[in-house]
């Protein structure tokens, strides 16, 4: 599944390896947020991480449960680990 993420500083991530065309193998913390929307990952940085997440790796979604106001973000909980990430400034 295709998730995004807004980050400022990609100093503040563990770069594992640089892949080709602006891709980055990166080392994200134990639990991680990510959202469907390019969007709205675009209001947390101006760096935008594209990433492919595995389902098996998806611990929370918002949509899961449409009676909580938790849904505005679109938001993704993501087991942590290494994820091969496209990386655009905007």
Same mark, same amino acid.
Request: proline share 2%; aromatic share 14%.
């Given at each position: 599944?295709?998730?995004?993420?807004?980050?400022?500083?990609?100093?503040?991530?563990?770069?594992?390896?640089?892949?080709?065309n602006?891709?980055?193998?990166?080392?994200?913390?134990?639990?991680?947020?990510?959202?469907s929307? !390019?969007?709205?990952?675009?209001?947390?940085?101006?760096?935008?991480?594209?990433?492919?997440?595995?389902?098996?790796?998806?611990?929370?979604?918002?949509?899961v449960?449409?009676?909580? !106001?938790?849904?505005?973000?679109?938001?993704?909980?993501?087991?942590?680990? !290494?994820?091969?990430?496209?990386?655009?400034?905007?």
């Amino acid at each position: 599944m295709t998730l995004y993420r807004g980050v400022n500083d990609l100093s503040e991530h563990l770069v594992v390896k640089e892949l080709e065309n602006k891709r980055v193998c990166i080392e994200q913390n134990s639990l991680v947020s990510f959202t469907s929307d !390019r969007d709205i990952a675009s209001q947390f940085g101006d760096y935008i991480l594209t990433s492919q997440i595995p389902y098996t790796k998806i611990v929370f979604f918002s949509e899961v449960l449409p009676n909580i !106001r938790f849904n505005g973000e679109k938001e993704y909980l993501v087991l942590g680990g !290494r994820y091969d990430s496209e990386v655009k400034y905007y």
